[in-house]
């Protein structure tokens, strides 16, 4: 398996068998999130606190816990995208009986990796650990499109996932040797592609987007 290629982990799928074998040799998976805020979380035993008087989360298991980096305006970027400069899509969709999101993504594999050169950071609403941080767009030239303006916005939240992952992983001293995508974000496969490339770590999601409230249930 590429380990470079997202899998959708389905009950029937020969993808799925094959990476639950693998599976207990990613020895600490990750799981990035992707909802109105995104967050990169990981399990791991006796982690200290990533971000002074914010302690990591404690969980079932004894010992271990959830350390999490926030991007409080993660795919809340999208709706702020639709909203703003999408009605054309948003018109095709309603003809279409699909959501706007899927013409989105469709557009997504007409642009190049790196957007050409346009990039962003997601900062559109601050977090804790940067209260002063703010959004930006920079690397505009006569190419960049719409289209363009929404990759550079799904790289750009990609990047500061990865970040928090290389922050997890610098603080606690452990390679995070596989992604896990969950959430409303995750039922493009344009977009998880873009994860696993970016990640450059094995990576899946799972059919079912509502994973904390089936494990609550």
């Known amino acids: 398996m590429d380990i470079r290629r997202f899998v959708t982990l389905d009950v029937d799928s020969p993808d799925t ?10 020895r600490v998976p990750s799981c990035c999130s992707h909802h109105s ?3 990169s979380v990981c399990t791991l035993e006796d ?4 971000i002074p008087f914010m302690p990591p989360y404690p969980v079932s298991i004894k010992g271990s ?9 993660g795919y809340w970027m999208v709706s702020w995208f639709k909203k703003e400069f999408a009605e054309r899509e948003t018109l095709e969709a309603k ?3 699909v959501p706007p999101e899927t013409i989105l993504d469709e557009h997504l594999e007409d642009i190049p990796p790196g957007s050409q050169g346009l990039m962003l950071q997601p900062y559109w609403g ?7 941080a703010r959004g930006s767009m920079i690397g505009f030239g006569d190419v960049h499109t719409r289209a363009h303006i929404y990759r550079a916005i799904i790289e750009g939240i990609r990047y500061a996932l990865l970040e928090g992952v290389e922050h997890i992983e610098y603080g606690s001293g452990q390679r995070l040797t596989g992604i896990m995508v969950s959430g409303g974000g995750s039922e493009g496969n344009s977009i998880c592609q873009i994860t696993a490339d970016l990640f450059d770590r094995p990576s899946c ?8 409230v089936s494990g609550l249930a």
Not at 47 to 50: A, E, G, I
Not at 65 to 73: G, L, S
Not at 126 to 132: A, I, N, S, T
Not at 205 to 212: D, E, F, I, K, S
């Open 65 to 73: 816990f959830n350390p999490e980096v926030e991007i409080f305006r």
């Open 126 to 132: 601050p977090g804790l650990k940067m209260p002063e």
């Open 205 to 212: 999601g799972a059919r079912r987007m509502r994973h904390l």
């Open 95 to 97: 003809e279409r009986g």
């Open 37 to 39: 805020f995104d967050d």
């Open 17 to 26: 068998r094959e990476y639950r074998e693998r599976l207990p040799h990613l």
């Open 47 to 50: 982690v200290d606190s990533l």
